[in-house]
Structures are given as C-alpha cells and as structure tokens.
C-alpha cells in the first residue's frame, strides 16, 4: 500500500527541482501525477517517465491553468492534491532601491497570482467531489527578512502564505485542507543559479542553517506526500516549515562542531 495510493495530484513547476522530486515521490507512493510546467520545459519526459500526463502552462494565464486541471478531471476522473508550487527567483528582483516595476510584477505573476489562479480553477471540483488537498509553496522568507533582498519574491511569498491561510479556514469545513508549504534553501536549480552568480552572498545563507547544509529535494517532497495524504487529515491552513530549524535558530554551530 502506497501513502497515496489512488489519489490523483496535479503538480505546477513539477518538470525541475522541488516539483520534479515531489511528482517521483508521489507517482512511487501510488499516485497519478499530472504536471504543469511551462511548454519549454522537461515535462513531457516526466510525465512518460512517471507513467501521468502533462499539461503545458503558465501559471500566469487564467485560461491554461483552467485547462491544467479540466484536464486532470476529464483523463482521470477527479483531483485530489494540487501542488501548486511554480515560481521564480530572477536576478532583476533584487533590493528595493533596485528592483523595477517590471520585476516586481513579473515575480508577482508568476509566484502569487498563479496561486490565486490554481486555488481559483481547483477549489470547484474538491468542493463537487467533498474534500481535497491543496498544498501551496510559500517560503522561508514569508516569514524572516533577509538583507540578501529580493524585495517582490519575499513579498510574493507572503501573499502566498496569507492567502493559503484564509483559504485554508473558509474551506475546512468543506473537507478541503489548505496548507503553506515554507522551505529553507533547498539545493534545486533556483538556488544554485543564485550560487552561480553571487557565490559570496548565497554563501551567507548557509552559517544560518543550524544543520550546516541545504535541503535536498527529496525532503521537501516527503513533506508534500504526507499533507497530500489522509496522514495529514487534521492538518490545515498552517505554515508548514520544512527548512531544517533555520526560523527558529539563534546561534548556529561552527563547522567544527559537526567534526
Ligand atoms: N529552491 C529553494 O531554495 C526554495 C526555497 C523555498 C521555496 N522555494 C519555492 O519552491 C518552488 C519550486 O522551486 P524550485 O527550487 O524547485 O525551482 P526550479 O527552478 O527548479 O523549478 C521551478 C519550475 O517552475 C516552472 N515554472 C516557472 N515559471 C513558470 C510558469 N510561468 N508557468 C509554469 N511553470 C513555470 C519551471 O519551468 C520549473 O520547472 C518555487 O515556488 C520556489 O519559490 C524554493
């Protein structure tokens, strides 16, 4: 018996990193994927790989993320967890004093309005079909500033975090669960084209870290199996932080401290 077996998830941005590790997770735990990730991306492959179907999207466009899900319902009959996870981290978002108009909206676009977007064309077949569970990627940063700004991700991060909040207490009662997903830094393309471009101040986020390293995807996924599955059955509109006691450290360990 798989954690999720006969559950069908729909998975935006699951063509790379936390996306990709979480569409394998579930597929292994029984489940049928569908992933939504942008045209040009590794998705078609995934989904052969993984046995599901892909939808070509973007997150930012109200009318292909309705196709994503009618999609899912029509091949596979209902859509029990969307992980609503796509987003962006572009050089352009930077400090306030630098970050343009263009790169505010764009970061907008992509990691908060495309949320508004899923929950929006989801929540009518959980609400048809009496429950469901939908998981939205948030961050870290919804919750701590950070001087190594990126002034719209950090904000976009928020919304998102707020949003999945009050959607998660409107709906409770409906048998859907609404839960934030907030990671730490995990080692996924995102973070290591930050590293590629700026080694020394990403090189600063990691002495934050009381286990002296990143995530790897896979740990986040095994957060995302378990809030997709009835395992998490009391467990809604939360903040759930996967980042290793980063939020809560005060005092890290010196390297030597783990020799
Ligand atoms: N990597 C980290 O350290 C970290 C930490 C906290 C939160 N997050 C969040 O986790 C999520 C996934 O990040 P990741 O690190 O796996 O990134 P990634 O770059 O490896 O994957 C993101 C995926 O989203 C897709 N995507 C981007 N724009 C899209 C659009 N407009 N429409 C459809 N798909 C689109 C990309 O094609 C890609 O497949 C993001 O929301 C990110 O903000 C990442």
Redesign the pocket.
């Given at each position: 018996m798989g954690q999720l077996d006969g559950k069908v998830a729909v998975i935006?941005?699951g063509?790379?990193?936390?996306?990709l590790a979480t569409a394998r997770k579930f597929a292994a735990e029984g489940a049928t994927v569908v992933i939504?990730?942008?045209p040009t991306?590794n998705g078609v492959a995934v989904a052969e790989e993984l046995g599901g179907a892909f939808a070509a999207?973007?997150?930012?466009n109200a009318e292909q993320v309705e196709a994503m899900f009618a999609l899912a319902k029509e091949k596979y009959g209902r859509i029990d967890v969307a992980f609503n996870?796509?987003?962006?981290?572009p050089a352009s978002d930077d400090s306030i004093l630098k970050t343009g108009i263009e790169a505010w909206d764009l970061v907008q676009n992509?990691?908060l309005t495309s949320v508004y977007l899923c929950c929006k064309a989801v929540i009518p077949y959980m609400l048809e079909q009496g429950g469901g569970s939908i998981i939205n990627?948030a961050?870290?940063v919804a919750l701590m500033g950070a001087a190594t700004s990126q002034i719209s991700y950090t904000a976009s991060k928020g919304g998102v975090l707020a949003m999945t909040r009050e959607l998660g207490v409107q709906f409770a009662g409906k048998g859907i669960r609404v839960n934030a997903l907030c990671?730490g830094?995990?080692n996924?393309?995102?973070?290591q084209e930050l590293f590629a471009k700026d080694p020394e101040r990403a090189a600063r986020r990691l002495i934050h870290i009381p286990m002296g390293r990143f995530a790897e995807?896979e740990e986040i996924a095994n957060a995302v199996a378990f809030l997709g599955s009835d395992e998490s059955s009391f467990i809604t509109a939360t903040e759930f932080l996967v980042d290793g006691g980063l939020s809560h450290a005060y005092v890290t360990p010196l390297e030597s401290d783990f020799e």
């Amino acid at each position: 018996m798989g954690q999720l077996d006969g559950k069908v998830a729909v998975i935006t941005g699951g063509a790379s990193g936390i996306g990709l590790a979480t569409a394998r997770k579930f597929a292994a735990e029984g489940a049928t994927v569908v992933i939504g990730d942008l045209p040009t991306s590794n998705g078609v492959a995934v989904a052969e790989e993984l046995g599901g179907a892909f939808a070509a999207v973007d997150v930012t466009n109200a009318e292909q993320v309705e196709a994503m899900f009618a999609l899912a319902k029509e091949k596979y009959g209902r859509i029990d967890v969307a992980f609503n996870n796509a987003g962006i981290s572009p050089a352009s978002d930077d400090s306030i004093l630098k970050t343009g108009i263009e790169a505010w909206d764009l970061v907008q676009n992509v990691n908060l309005t495309s949320v508004y977007l899923c929950c929006k064309a989801v929540i009518p077949y959980m609400l048809e079909q009496g429950g469901g569970s939908i998981i939205n990627t948030a961050s870290f940063v919804a919750l701590m500033g950070a001087a190594t700004s990126q002034i719209s991700y950090t904000a976009s991060k928020g919304g998102v975090l707020a949003m999945t909040r009050e959607l998660g207490v409107q709906f409770a009662g409906k048998g859907i669960r609404v839960n934030a997903l907030c990671p730490g830094p995990v080692n996924t393309p995102l973070l290591q084209e930050l590293f590629a471009k700026d080694p020394e101040r990403a090189a600063r986020r990691l002495i934050h870290i009381p286990m002296g390293r990143f995530a790897e995807p896979e740990e986040i996924a095994n957060a995302v199996a378990f809030l997709g599955s009835d395992e998490s059955s009391f467990i809604t509109a939360t903040e759930f932080l996967v980042d290793g006691g980063l939020s809560h450290a005060y005092v890290t360990p010196l390297e030597s401290d783990f020799e």
